[in-house]
């Protein structure tokens, strides 16, 4: 069975450990060529992590004969750009999440990947760590009985670290919003895998003492199979909290998105404690679904249809902070109804 061989896109900090490295340690699988507009860091990245090439430009990365399917692991503002270069070379891509600054962008790159006969994946790798099938499995086991609320709840006093003469590209309009579309995307994925696509969703976003224009609080409330749920992402908060709760008629399950703390079951027995650390590389076990489907053995649980689903909740609960997602609202900022002035 032929070796996946993998163009990486983008050589930042999500590519030195979480990604990166498990390209070459899925079996099956090989990177063989790394880009990075720094041509001095994406050399220093090749050399670093035995990849035998590197440029400096995307479309040589993506055109090279020796690299089999692209992975995309730039800030969000070209992730579509890049996308559509390598549909167009009739190629497979992984994209980072969030898949697009916005829906529309993801519908374009869905269509442009249908039209090429290829597959686009997206980055949601919380849906085949093992400590989310866990997860599943209790839901799916019935230890919860009928699940009757969602509850998930965030909050971290980001704002204290925020320059606003020096932004991180997560706190910049072009690449598509703030902290919500970056760290909530995971939740509202999650959701959307383990128990169903969220539906009847509402929500409002404010910047209420960040020194920068994208929003730093927002809540939400939605219906999943029937299911009532509601979220709130606080990141100007003097607190810290990361919770996903699943309450059920015989059990409540509590699980931290971004923390290795043990899940928690509470039920009429008592409380189970199960300890499932992340992997070394927290990709790995999605990159190794990606290739076994590439090369026919299997299926990956993240293509790019239900990222679409996570991107449209998440315009849905940011429209109002913006005036709209549906066209390229990060060069209108002074259109926002939610910036403060």
């Known amino acids: 069975m032929k070796t996946i061989r993998w163009g990486m896109i983008g050589c930042g900090s999500v590519a030195e450990v979480k990604s990166g490295p498990a390209f070459s340690k899925v079996e099956g699988s090989e990177l063989v060529a790394v880009m ?21 430009r995307a479309e040589d990365l993506i055109d090279d004969a020796e690299v089999d399917a692209v992975y995309v692991a730039t800030p969000v503002g070209s992730h579509c750009e890049y996308a559509l270069a390598t549909a167009a070379a009739g190629k497979p891509c992984y994209v980072e999440k969030p898949m697009a600054r916005n829906a529309a962008e993801c519908r374009r790159m869905i269509e442009a990947f249908e039209s090429a006969g290829v597959p686009l994946f997206v980055a949601y790798y919380r849906r085949a760590m093992p400590r989310f099938l866990k997860v599943g499995r209790l839901i799916d086991s019935g230890r919860l009985g009928t699940l009757t609320a ?30 919500v579309m970056d760290m909530g995307s995971h939740a509202l994925d999650i959701i959307d895998h383990l128990i169903a696509p969220l539906e009847h969703v509402a929500g409002n976003a404010a910047n209420l003492a960040s020194p ?5 609080t927002c809540t939400m409330t939605f219906t999943a199979a029937g299911i009532p749920g509601a979220a709130t992402w606080n990141f100007a908060s003097s607190e810290r909290e990361d919770q996903l709760t699943l309450t059920g008629t015989i059990g409540r399950l509590h699980i931290s998105m971004f923390s290795e703390e043990p899940i928690e079951l509470q039920g009429p027995d008592g409380t189970e404690i199960f300890d499932i650390p992340f992997p070394e590389h927290v990709q790995q076990p999605l990159i190794a679904s990606i290739v076994d489907e590439l090369r026919g053995e299997g299926r990956c649980p993240s293509p790019a249809t239900a990222a679409l689903r996570t991107s449209e909740v998440l315009d849905a609960i940011l429209a109002g902070y913006y005036g709209g997602r549906d066209d390229d609202f990060w060069n209108r900022a002074e259109s926002w109804p939610g910036l403060r002035r």
Not at 41 to 53: Q, T
Not at 212 to 216: F, K, T
């Open 150 to 179: 969602i509850n998930y709840r965030y909050a971290e006093p980001r704002h204290e670290k925020v320059d606003p003469h020096n932004l991180p590209w997560r706190l910049r309009p072009e690449h598509g919003g703030g902290l």
């Open 212 to 216: 920068c224009p994208v929003e730093d």
């Open 36 to 56: 990075r507009r720094d041509g001095d860091r994406a050399r220093d990245y090749a050399k670093r992590h035995g990849v035998p090439r590197w440029y400096d």
